[in-house]
């Protein structure tokens, strides 16, 4: 089985980002940046499934040179082959531009299921791996909290308002994995130093044939950035053995109880 | 530039539609010019009074029993290409939900259109524009849509309050396109409730929510104990505790769970990252209990209790059956 995930760097989660005020991109100079925590289940799911049907897993990343060593932690979890579009072009870029170059890459590979996460990190549009699919003219069985495969049928549980459904289809398919769907495995000293020489395909958006796609302004701009008005202070007291009363307190004057 | 024809991509669910889909109506109606609406559903007709009188005046309803079996997504963005091809509206509004994330996601990419999602509000100022909230709430930006119609908009639940425009049912107009082969093999199986008994979360009045700082998972005993004995309440959980598996996803308040506005928001245990933040900061009142005095929580607390949770919680649901009694 040929699976391809796609993954992506971003600034550390545990930082608060900032919006570079002239150019309204999102500042990266001076930012740790990690591969992004959702996309770790997606290597994890991909690792497991052709560790279980065999088949390689192939990793994909559109993003700037550094984003090689996102590529690269997924390549030392245990994937066979890299891929990063990285392209001065291509900055800025919407999810529409985003899914096409990720979408031109995998078609390009070749694949049986493309995994995804539900959202980046940084982002959160969370509409990428619908578009991907959509590119490709496969099923996208999203927000999947279970995936297995059954010969050539796809089953995922699949995250619903309520609970979740089960969802079965043919390959290939696109699937986004939720946070939580396995334990990703930490890359071993072995994974880390074999990981260098394993493939590496640098492409850029010529490369693809998307010449003249994406940047900042396409599709849509960013217009205003402001500060969000904040909550006014409220009291914090250190709970004395006697914090449950200010609670109870409270919620009488909020006339709740 | 005055918006002629506003679209709401309503999910419907038992001839009901989904409680987003009135307050996006209720904003479309706001916006000018035609407001109308689309339904994907074996029963969607159903839905054409409340629609209607939320502000539809048609209802696009696509009603082959087989819209209750399918995955919506495929085989709705391809019956929604075509409606919109025909009918060329200038603004499509979906709920920030799993399946309208599916169908929008997949339409503007047959389209070659843009998507905005994660939407507070919307407008048509200066050409169509969308306001979000990004990092944890600090910041507000607003995204202008740049050329190619329809423009595509995921609006959060909840951002606007639904109210009745007083209007008569939509006139349904069915959908007559047929679903494809190619979306027939993807299907839904079973539907499986993963929610508790008691007021659903996005709708109860006081919502209390409890993360990592509860221990352990047996530990969310003592919030169902609290619901109890305020009544009323639904109890919500960080990311942190449902990745862990402790409790369902569907409990789950924050950027990938529910958004949540309750009279009343009880955080126990949770540090306050960005990610839950975004679903519950809209309450009207906050109270967090944390070890942690540092911990982001207590910058949105009208009332913060540094200390122990699994200490105050049991203190708590004595003291309210005390005052109860």
Redesign the interface.
Known sequence: MKVVVCVKQIPDPNTTGQLDPTTHLLKRDGVEVVLDPGDEFGVEAGLQLVGAHGGEVTVVSMGPERGIDAVRKALAMGASKGILISDDALRGSDALTTARVLAAAIRREGFDLVITATESTDGYTGVVPQMIAELLDVPALTFAKTVEVDGSTLKVKRQTEEGYDLVESGLPAVVSVTAGVNEPRYPSLKGIMGAKSKPLDRLTAGDLGLDGAGGGTAGQSITSVEPAPQRAAGSIVKDDGEGYKRIADFLADRKVI | MALDKIWVFAEVAGGKPAPVALELLTKARSLGGTVEAVAFAPDAADAAAELGAHGASTLYAGTDPLWGEL?L??PA?DALATLIEEHKPDLILFG???NS??V???V???L???????GLDVSDA?GI?VQS????????????????APAIA?IRPKSFVAEPSGGAAATVTPVTSPIAE??K???????????AAGPKLEEA??VISGGRGLGDPKNFELLDQLAAV?G?AAVGAS?AV????WV???MQVG??G?TVKP??Y?AFGISGA??HTVGM?GAK???A?NRD?NAPI???????????AL??LP??VE??QR??S
Do not use: C, W
């Open positions: 995955l997504g495929g963005a920030m939900t799993y994330r599916d929008a996601g997949r503007a990419a047959k070659g259109v843009p998507v905005i999602a994660n200066d524009s909230s990004v990092f944890g709430a600090t910041q507000n930006v607003a995204t202008r849509f740049e050329g190619g995921i190619k979306h093999s993807v299907r839904v199986t079973d539907r499986v409730a993963d929610v009045p006081i305020l009323n990311r449902v990745d862990a598996g369902p996803y569907a950027q990938t529910k009279a009343v009880l960005m990610q900061k009142a906050i109270v209990v005095e207590f910058k949105l607390a009208d009332l913060g209790v540094v200390g122990d200490k105050v203190a708590l003291e309210l005052r109860r």
